[in-house]
């Protein structure tokens, strides 16, 4: 079984699309055997959940994700676990030993090409995104 985590470096990111990279951790008989960081290759529509599921990751564990991303991973078969938090490695640890409940939350509303905003009133538990400078906006944040 292969668990890739959506991380910033070693900590469990608030986004999936904007990670800075993936720790994918190999697993038998609830163990992890191995595991490396793989930098993100970039955020467009569609792709990363298909190159995840390419590299024969089973579920994914991450903070927020768009709605977009998560049909995408349920059409491959690939479990998603939302609203992770703190060190990517102990996060698979507890997945592996049933601990991780997904919170569901599901960053909505993405806007390629505008500024960087939230929903006023709106954003729960979706991380603060800070201002990344690439042009993407996000519009609601919620937990359903």
Avoid: W
């Amino acid at each position: 079984m292969k668990i890739a985590v959506a991380s910033e470096g070693l900590q469990v990111s608030n986004h999936f699309g904007h990670c800075s990279n993936f720790n994918i951790y190999t697993a038998e008989d609830g163990v992890i055997l191995s595991e490396e960081s793989v930098d993100n290759p970039g955020h467009r529509p569609g792709f990363l959940p298909n190159f995840l599921a390419d590299a024969g990751v089973n579920t994914i564990l991450l903070g927020g994700i768009g709605q977009g991303a998560r049909d995408i991973f349920a059409l491959r078969q690939v479990q998603v676990i939302m609203g992770v938090e703190g060190d990517s490695r102990k996060a698979a640890e507890d997945y592996l030993k049933g601990k991780l409940i997904s919170k569901e939350v599901v960053c909505e509303g993405h806007h390629h090409g505008e500024g960087h905003h939230h929903g006023e009133g709106q954003h729960k538990d979706c991380g603060n995104h800070g201002h990344h400078g690439e042009g993407h906006g996000f519009g609601n944040h919620s937990e359903k």
